[in-house]
Each structure stands twice: as structure tokens, then as C-alpha cells.
């Protein structure tokens, strides 16, 4: 079964699904087992053990390339306490012309955490006019973010609700509630939706709201391809949407698994305040350093992004596998709607 829509035309899928972006960690075999699934990879943004990013990002490429000949994308964090996304917007479009090969595979960009407007720069309207097929989607956690990014020229919208893992908005909006309001007030926008999607009837759901395509984390995480750790595979499929809680993180809300290292943490109360807090460099240095013992496994030391969808994985699958399941429900969740709704008499309808 192949579900089309005007995501998975536009960036030439098989299938509605794409892997979110899951900086600071590498999600580079992720890329390459959700591609090859049919679905599109996303590169993650890479800092940890002081990598220099662009240089990984390059590596990650060229590897994804060697190993799929299918499309991908990756995900660059423009927020402005991330020292290195001027230096990525500006290398990465040049580096992407000048190899054809991913060129020719690099349909999508996902910027988030900042201003998308980093990216339209003169070597990215070069790599465009280049015959480059790139599509540019900014992350809208909220309707006055999504209503703003339409006059900045991005392709899409990749809205994002609370119950998701990792930072999050201070709207403090479900992607329910979020993606109604955006489908009542710009309707004809491209639209990607993420956090809270593990399942085939959370995509049913999706799809039967306009939304073109799902971008998932923590379904992904569990995947044997992804290159997580195990102990960090394990915490997905044991715990449940109220074994998460939101804490502040480095860009702001962010939604985490809770133990000892995030009740440390508490919500700031305004923005105002987060904005102040964020001037402080050393508390970056820490995050980094919380999530870098995650990645290594320390779970119950480390800061761990996670979603409420956590709730309903419960088994560490190959991607094809996920990806399958998931598109073969979705397809008999809509079967059985729309029967659903025709199977009732109108006489019976009082
Ligand atoms: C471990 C982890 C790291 C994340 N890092 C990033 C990131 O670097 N950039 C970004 O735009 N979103 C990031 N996110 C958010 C995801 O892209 C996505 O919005 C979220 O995982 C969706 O919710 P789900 O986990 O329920 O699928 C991260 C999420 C997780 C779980």
C-alpha cells in the first residue's frame, strides 16, 4: 500500500514518514535505514564530544550517500546560542553543490530552534538555482510562529506540539489542538506534523487533517538501526507518557524522561526570564554534557529527550518493519472510518 500526498510528491517518498531530527546525537544509519524503508532520513546536528560540526555533517552525508541512493534530509539548529549555524548555513549549501551525488539525493532542510531565515543566504539561493531540489521547512510550535514563517519563503511547516520529545514551545500546545488551529487559519500550507506519533492510527489521524507526512523520534529510537544506545532503547519501550515531564533545556521547554538529573531542573515561568537565563553559556556546556552521558548510557545521570509517545512503543523493531506497520494501519484505520460513517442510515440519524 502507498500513501500519497503532497509531502511525500514533494520530496519523492514512498511513504509519509520521516525520522525527526534528534541533535545533539548522530542519527546517521537512522537516515539510511529510514530512507531505504522508503520513508526520508533526517540528519541530526550533531555537537557532541566537541565535534566540529561541520565537518560531521560532511562525513554524515557522504556516508548516507555511499549507503542509499535514496533521498534524505538534514536538520541544522539556527537558535541564536548555537555558535555554529551561521557557519552551516553558509558550508553546507556549497559543500551539497558541489557533489553531485548528494545533491541529487538531498531533498530537505528542516531548520529549527531559531530564525529560519539563516539559511537564505547567496550560497543557498545558489545551490537552488542550481537545479537542486531542496525543500526548506522550519519547526512552528505555535500558530503566530507558523503565521510569521509563511512570509519568510520557507516550502512547509513542520509543526510541532508538546507532547513531543526534546524542546518544545512555551505555548505549551498539543500538536492536536495546534495542527486545527493552523489547518482553520493557513490551510494551504505544506504541513509535516511531529510529536506524539508512534502508531498507524496516529498517522490515520494526521493524514485525515491535511497533514502531508509524520516525523517521528522516539519511535525511532527503538529501532535496531538507530544508533542509540541500548540502555536509552530500553527506557523508550519501558516507559510510559507520564514517566516524561517538561523541563527548561538549553533553547528553551524541553520534554524529557524524569530521574534524578531533570528534578534538577524547573519550568521558568515566562519567557522573558528563559531569555535572561539563556546568556549564560556555561548552562549550554552542562546540558551538553548530561546528554552526552545518555548517550553513552548513563540514563539515570544524563538528561534524556523523550516523547509521550513513548506510552505506546513497546518493542525494538527494524525501521522497514516500523515503517510498514505503521502505513498498513493507518491505511485500515481510514478503511474502517470512512465505512464507518457510510454504514449509518441517514434515516437514523435523528
Ligand atoms: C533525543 C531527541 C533529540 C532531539 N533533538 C532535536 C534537534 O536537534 N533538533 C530538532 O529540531 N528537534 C529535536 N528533537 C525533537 C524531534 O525532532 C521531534 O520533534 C520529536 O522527537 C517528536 O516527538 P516524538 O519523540 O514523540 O516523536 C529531539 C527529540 C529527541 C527525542
Partial sequence: ??????????????HPILSAPMGPFYTTKLTVAVSEAGGLGVLSHVTIHGTVTIDEMKKSMEYVVEHTDKPFGFNIRTARLQPDAIKLC???????????????????????????????NKHFEKLKESGSNIKHFHVAPSLYLAEKLLNSGVDGLVITGTEGGGHQSYENISTLVLLQQIRKHIPEVPIIASGGYATGEGLASALSMGVGAIAMGSRFISSKECEFHENYKKMVV????????????????????????????????????????????????RELADLEKTYEG????????????????????????????IVNDAEKCLTAAFNNIRKIPIEQIA
Fill in 90 to 120: 553558509r558550508q553546507l549549501p556549497r559543500f551539497i553543490m558541489e557533489n553531485p551525488k548528494i545533491k541529487e539525493q538531498c531533498v530537505y532542510l528542516i531548520t529549527s530552534a531559531g530564525s529560519p531565515r539563516l539559511i537564505y
Fill in 298 to 325: 548513563n540514563i539515570e545521570e544524563g538528561i534524556a529527550y523523550l516523547g509521550q509517545s513513548v506510552e505506546l512503543i513497546d518493542s525494538v523493531e527494524y525501521v522497514s518493519d516500523i515503517i510498514k506497520t
Fill in 238 to 285: 519501558e516507559s510510559t507518557a507520564s514517566d516524561t515531564e517538561l523541563i527548561t533545556g538549553i533553547f528553551g521547554r524541553a520534554r524529557v524522561w524524569k530521574n534524578k538529573m531533570s528534578e534538577k531542573h524547573s519550568l521558568v515561568e515566562s519567557k522573558e526570564e528563559k531569555q535572561a537565563e539563556e546568556t549564560s553559556m556555561s548552562k549550554i556546556e
Fill in 1 to 14: 500500500m502507498v500513501i500519497e500526498t503532497n509531502i511525500t510528491s514533494m520530496l519523492g517518498i514512498k
